[in-house]
């Protein structure tokens, strides 16, 4: 775009309105991005179930006869070129332009009309004068590549006609915000050759319920099969604007066609301090309010109206043909469900499937300061610069980290500048988090809480939204790494690549890469770091002994009917959000493997676990689960089981038992999961023992008559066989799953179970940290081998080349 603009001309005579059911995708020139999908959702997709409220739209010709009609064209012209020449700030040419807009007439032949369907909308509606909501459409808005998101203004409970011209004449000033100017620059469209739109919608009483944003898309990693859903209680301008930290929820979207199931495999509680909602003393004025204790301990959004915006999601994305940003809002009087907004995502839709980063810290990282929801998956380092008022933005220095309370769209002029942003409030769905992605800022860290009081001015920082959901911010620049993968073109190999996944939190972030599943999630990752409460004090929470521990138990669960409640479910849907990855292929859940002295930590813990001198070979997986220090606990962790396969839909989970000593202890264990309903063979359940003992190598065939399947253990059975404390920095030169003792128990092992005829497969780290470990693992047939993510690929080349060595057909 060159330094010169041209004002677009006065298209030929057009009606200055038109009903949102009398608009398509066809016309964004005339009425923008936005009302041209209102208008195709009303027309169309009304007949499929989805629900848009009623409403009108003026055109782009109506825009511009106003614009010709006060003479605002050669004016406007002349402030974008003092802009581009740098003899007018910003700012100025903002407040400059925006006041032609504010000044000017409204001219008989565009009021008349937009009274005229005003009146009629209010009969529709049965009122006198019905409150609107008045949103901004410009004609360049809502592009596959370009969103716009939050650039122009909305006025909500807009109430009168003089409200409402009031209201418009601001929707078409709000085309020169400085948040707009800067953006339509940094995308390089003209300034004078875009148009605005206004649309009229009836309000919808969201004050009195909630509101939110969602998504047809994980915006963070790109991930398809998913429907992304935040949520918090008033008006949506909240989760918009990053003003508050929303409930999230994540829906299945291929298991959304089977009435049978739930597939809502993420509930998050967020923190909702404060709502937006109509404000007393006239029209268009809203007011931001405390919520109370009881909102903002339970979820906006029931499962079935999750499930009804999921659904939504669906048709809008199909009908559309791209992954698609839509904003929903409930009504309080009704209790039904509405699409204000539908636009496409600009971010993932546009982006390869078959080309991906892989960043990661090249050291261990200290303590971090502040940890948040993660705006993509990179890292950034550099110096923090806390900004708390946009009347300060002057002040922030190119390639600073900006530190803020929240992302507003108002920050969009030194967004673009920033190597990375933190803020204290706000969600990943929020307007400012979608153009923090649209404009390639590396790594925001997003809803610290407290990032502006404990990060100090000037301080060195890292940002790493490489470690699943959860953004870190570190003191100091630390040294990563950023590994190019190109997916088409990694060979392909006999033997079967799965997934190590320790975390929910990162379970999208591998969705790219060739994996046929994973071979090890373990179960007690999440307990420990989402649940956080020890089993048995869900299942007897009067033996909890410690009072503050009690009230912390209590706060945690006190959406659910029965304390157990919650960890069914907590653990059912992080179990579930890891197998939504990698369906239909195979995910091997390991029940939990805790021991005595990690278990201990737990909330509550301590009233249910003995001390033992040696925990590695104490009390510890299957000796657990039949026993009655433990039984109700292992009762809880079948139901979660049960949950994500029966209530969820997730048949591809496998279970997997862990440190199972004796064959003997082998049946007690398939029997107690039986007594729970889990039951080898039904529904198609499979069971594998994880192979860590040298008593599973000796009894390989009488436990193979046991199990579909064994894993092998590297870490233990290499303790056991060498009698080396895996834990032990003494020891550590002697620990080495190569050693020959080692390899001839493991090729035993595989030889024995293919003779079994059952699968075999590995899931220590010997073959991530070793590739001629990898390379023995091939030459003696194993079926799979699962892999920390970040060896993958690289392990994925040397199992391949293997194969071809040894004439293995690929």
């Known amino acids: 775009m060159g330094t010169e603009t041209h004002l677009m001309p006065l298209p030929s005579r057009d009606d200055a309105i038109v009903w949102f059911d009398a608009l398509g995708r066809a016309d964004v020139p005339r009425v923008g991005g936005k009302n041209a999908s209102l208008g195709e959702m009303v027309a169309v997709l009304?007949?499929?179930?989805?629900?848009?409220?009623?409403?009108?739209?003026?055109?782009?010709?109506?825009?511009?006869?106003?614009?010709?009609?006060?003479?605002?064209?050669?004016?406007?012209?002349?402030?974008?070129?003092q802009y581009r020449e740098g003899t007018m700030p910003l700012h100025e040419a903002g407040e400059s332009a925006r006041r032609l807009f504010l000044d000017a007439e409204m001219p008989v032949h565009i009021s008349d009309p937009l009274l005229a369907a005003y009146r009629d909308l209010s009969r529709r509606a049965g009122q006198q004068e019905v409150a609107v909501a008045v949103r901004s459409s410009a004609t360049a808005e809502d592009l596959p590549d370009a969103s716009f998101a939050g650039q122009q203004e909305s006025f909500l409970n807009v109430v009168g006609e003089r409200a409402l011209l009031d209201a418009c004449r601001r929707c078409f000033a709000s085309l020169f915000t400085d948040r707009a100017i800067a953006y339509r620059e940094a995308k390089g469209f003209d300034h004078l050759r875009i148009a605005l739109s206004v649309g009229v919608q009836i309000m919808v009483r969201s004050d009195l319920a909630g509101s939110g944003v969602m998504f047809s898309i994980d915006t963070e990693t790109g991930f398809p099969r998913v429907a992304v859903i935040s949520a918090a209680w008033g008006l949506g301008e909240t989760v918009v604007q990053g003003r508050v930290d929303p409930d999230s929820y994540l829906v299945f979207k291929p298991f959304l066609s089977d009435a049978r199931l739930k597939p809502i495999v993420e509930k998050r509680l967020g923190g909702k301090a404060q709502k937006l909602i109509y404000a007393s003393g006239g029209s268009a004025r809203t007011e931001l309010v405390e919520c109370s204790r009881h909102e903002r301990g339970h979820l906006v959004l029931e499962d079935e109206e999750i499930l009804e915006l999921a659904r939504w999601a669906v048709l809008i994305e199909r009908h559309y043909g791209c992954p698609m940003d839509m904003e929903w809002v409930k009504d309080g009087e009704s209790g039904k469900l509405f699409i204000v907004q539908a636009r496409p995502e600009t971010v993932h839709g546009a982006r390869s499937a078959t080309a991906m980063k892989n960043w990661r810290?090249?050291?261990?990282?200290?303590?971090?300061?502040?940890?948040?929801a993660a705006v993509g998956d990179a890292i950034a380092c550099g110096t923090a610069c806390i900004i708390r008022s946009t009347d300060d933005i002057a002040n922030f220095v190119d390639g600073a980290i900006l530190v803020t309370d929240n992302t507003d769209p108002d920050w969009v002029p030194i967004m673009r500048r920033a190597a990375g942003?933190?803020?204290?409030?706000?969600?990943?769905?929020?307007?400012?988090?979608?153009?923090?992605?649209?404009?390639?800022v590396p790594a925001v860290v997003i809803g610290t809480g407290d990032a502006t009081g404990c990060i100090a001015p000037g301080q060195d920082i890292t940002l790493s939204c490489a470690e699943g959901d959860r953004g870190h911010v570190y003191p100091g620049r630390l040294p990563f790494a950023v590994e190019e993968v190109d997916i088409a073109g990694l060979p392909t190999s006999r033997t079967q690549l799965m997934l190590n996944v320790a975390s929910p939190a990162s379970a999208f972030r591998w969705w790219r890469l060739p994996s046929k599943g994973v071979g090890l999630a373990r179960m007690e990752f999440i307990i420990s770091n989402l649940i956080r409460v020890h089993p048995m004090a869900l299942a007897h929470p009067d033996q909890v002994a410690d009072a503050a521990e009690r009230r912390e138990i209590e706060n945690l669960t006190c959406g659910y009917e029965h304390p157990g409640?919650?960890?069914?479910?907590?653990?059912?849907?992080?179990?579930?959000?890891?197998?939504?990855?990698?369906?239909?292929?195979?995910?091997?859940?390991?029940?939990?493997?805790?021991?005595?002295?990690?278990?201990?930590?737990?909330?509550?813990?301590a009233a249910f676990e003995p001390h033992e001198e040696n925990p590695m070979l104490g009390f510890r997986g299957a000796s657990r689960y039949y026993h009655e220090r433990y039984r109700d606990g292992f009762a809880l962790e079948c139901r979660a089981i049960r949950f994500v396969r029966e209530v969820l839909g997730f048949e591809n989970v496998i279970v997997m038992i862990p440190f199972c000593r004796t064959l003997a202890e082998a049946d007690k264990v398939i029997t107690e999961m039986s007594r729970h309903g889990l039951v080898r063979g039904e529904r198609g359940l499979q069971l594998y023992m994880m192979a860590e003992i040298p008593a599973n190598v000796v009894l390989a065939e009488q436990f193979a008559a046991r199990f579909d399947g064994f894993s092998i253990g590297s870490n233990d059975l290499t303790q056991l066989i060498l009698g080396v404390d895996r834990d032990s920095?003494?020891?550590?030169?002697?620990?080495d799953e190569r050693d020959p003792a080692v390899t001839q128990m493991v090729g035993d092992l595989i030889a024995r179970a293919r003779k079994a005829g059952i699968k075999v497969g590995i899931c220590g780290q010997a073959p991530s940290n070793y590739p001629d470990f990898a390379e023995f693992l091939v030459a003696q047939g194993i079926d799979s081998i699962s892999l920390n993510p970040d060896s993958f690929v690289t392990t994925l080349k040397t199992v391949a080349a293997a194969e071809a060595r040894a004439s293995l057909p690929a």
Not at 361 to 372: D, F, N, Q, S, V
């Open 46 to 81: 009304g007949e499929a179930g989805v629900q848009v409220p009623a409403g009108f739209a003026t055109t782009a010709w109506a825009y511009w006869a106003l614009v010709e009609h006060n003479g605002i064209g050669d004016r406007l012209a002349a402030i974008i070129t």
């Open 361 to 372: 810290l090249a050291e261990k990282a200290p303590k971090p300061i502040a940890t948040g």
């Open 421 to 440: 942003i933190v803020t204290d409030h706000g969600g990943p769905t929020s307007h400012a988090a979608i153009v923090s992605r649209e404009l390639g």
């Open 565 to 605: 409640d919650y960890f069914i479910q907590t653990l059912g849907r992080g179990i579930a959000k890891i197998a939504a990855a990698h369906h239909p292929h195979p995910v091997i859940v390991r029940l939990s493997d805790f021991k005595t002295n990690e278990y201990a930590h737990l909330l509550g813990g």
């Open 729 to 735: 920095d003494l020891l550590a030169p002697l620990f």
